[in-house]
Nanobody, 113 residues
Framework: QVQLAESGGGLVQPGGSLRLSCAASASIVSIVVMGWYRQAPGKQRELVALISGDHTNYSDFAKGRFTISRDNAENTIYLQMNSLEPEDTAVYYC????????WGEGTQVTVSS
C-alpha cells in the first residue's frame, strides 16, 4: 500500500510560481512511475508530468514552464510551476504506480489577479 500526500497549493497571481510537493509512504525507488495530474472545473483529469528514474515526460502545456523532480531520501516528488496562467487553475493530484495505481487527495491551485 502506498499513501500519497500533496501540499503547496494556494492562490497565486498570473505570472507567479508555486512548488508542489508529494510525500509517499513508501520508498519511491521501489515505485516504477510517479507523476502529477490536474483536473479543472468541468474538465477531465489530465496528465501534467511523469518521472521514472532519471526520465521525465511533460504534457505540451507544461513544457518550458513546469519541472518535475524527486528526492529519494525524502520519498518526495515535486512540481515546480512557473509563469502560471489562469488556465492552470485546477486541483493537482499526485500519482504513483507499483503493481497498481495510487492517488493522493489533491491540492488546489488557483491563478487569479
Amino acid at each position: 500500500q502506498v499513501q500519497l500526500a500533496e501540499s503547496g497549493g494556494g492562490l497565486v497571481q498570473p505570472g507567479g510560481s508555486l512548488r508542489l510537493s508529494c510525500a509517499a509512504s513508501a520508498s519511491i525507488v521501489s515505485i516504477v512511475v510517479m507523476g502529477w495530474y490536474r483536473q479543472a472545473p468541468g474538465k477531465q483529469r489530465e496528465l501534467v508530468a511523469l518521472i521514472s528514474g532519471d526520465h521525465t515526460n511533460y504534457s505540451d502545456f507544461a513544457k518550458g514552464r513546469f519541472t518535475i523532480s524527486r528526492d529519494n531520501a525524502e520519498n518526495t516528488i515535486y512540481l515546480q510551476m512557473n509563469s502560471l496562467e489562469p488556465e492552470d487553475t485546477a486541483v493537482y493530484y499526485c500519482n504513483a504506480f507499483r503493481e497498481r495505481l495510487y492517488w493522493g487527495e489533491g491540492t488546489q491551485v488557483t491563478v487569479s489577479s
